[in-house]
């Protein structure tokens, strides 16, 4: 990896980024993603959005890819929430998808 790209990644990361769980589609190598825009640190690619779109078309028609999905959104609802009552509220729910998706794996 080099000197730039981890830069790169590093500045996303603390910036909000998020780690992706999909591999690089060139490399297989961790991604990360901030405003849409994902960067391999491995080989520092930007995957073209049309190979993206059809590789989260592919793995978002398992019910686990679904419940992944809205984890990632209250999650990302999570981090937004001032009101800790409301907080509580979203953990509650997050726990509970993080069950449903563990029994869904097994």
Known sequence: MSENIRKKAIEMLLSGATLLSEPCPYCKG???MKDGDALCVSCGKSPDKEIEKQSQEVESDTPVKKLEEKLQSMTNELSKEKDPE???I??????L????ISKLKK
């Open 30 to 32: 961790v991604r990360v």
């Open 97 to 100: 998808l993080i069950d449903t």
């Open 86 to 88: 409301k907080q509580q």
């Open 90 to 95: 979203i953990l509650k729910s997050i726990n």
